[in-house]
Every structure is written in C-alpha cells, then in structure tokens.
C-alpha cells in the first residue's frame, strides 16, 4: 500500500499526472489496457490527434495476435482520459492500489477493492508516436 492510503498522507495526486498527460501526450498512440481482479478481458486503442481511428476487444487477460476483435467503426473517448475517469470515480469501492507512467502521466495501474470482489484495470502496453494497433497485438 502507498503512502497515500494510510492517515496523515496526501491522497494520490489525479490532478498533477492528468495535466503532465496532457501537456506530453504523444499526438498519435496505440494503448492496450486489461482488466485486473474481478474485472477481466483487454481492450486495445489506436488514437491520431483526438480520435480513436481503430479499437478491438479480447476476452483474454493476455491476449495475442489472433484474440482481438476489431470494431468496425470506433467510437469511444479518449481511452487515457477513460482510464483517469474510472480510477478516480467515487463508487462503493476504496481505491487501494494507483500507479502513473513516469514519462506521460498516464494511470498505468489502479485496484479498488469491493469487498468480496475488487478489480481495476492496468496498461499492458503503450507505443507513442504511431497509430498501428499492430505495435501492440503481439
């Protein structure tokens, strides 16, 4: 557990990484994010400038080439800013676990526990500076 988690500490900084994302984000990027704990499969996300130009889905935690099914026509937020969101959204579930990427700021890892079941999600691979999803399918 983090610093963050027990009294007397400064809660996970949101506000700071979002804007470091912001102000560094490459203008083209391929993300693939999996699920952790209760919360399981991967989604993978190809973004020039603004906009997702290709996704896919896999049902997998640790998919390769031939797991993916592409959508057809994307439409979807930013998946880097989704991944802020759900880290950061109030629910029933406690934060436990949250890790940004050094470089870009980006949530790179966050757990919330349920009770019983918990889950978060994790970043398995980023490639910057291209928009081929292949870079990130093997």
Known sequence: ??????AGCSGPDFDENRAKWRADR???YVISICGTGF???????AVSGDTVVAAAHSEFDEP???DWTFDEAPDQADPVEALFDRAERESDCELRDVFFDD???Y???FYKDCGEEGGGSRVACFQPDTSDVTRCTE
């Open 1 to 6: 557990m983090g610093c963050w988690l027990l």
């Open 26 to 28: 490459p203008e083209d």
């Open 39 to 45: 919360d399981r499969g991967c989604t993978l996300a």
């Open 64 to 66: 390769t080439s031939g």
């Open 103 to 105: 470089r870009y700021g």
């Open 107 to 109: 949530v790179a890892y």
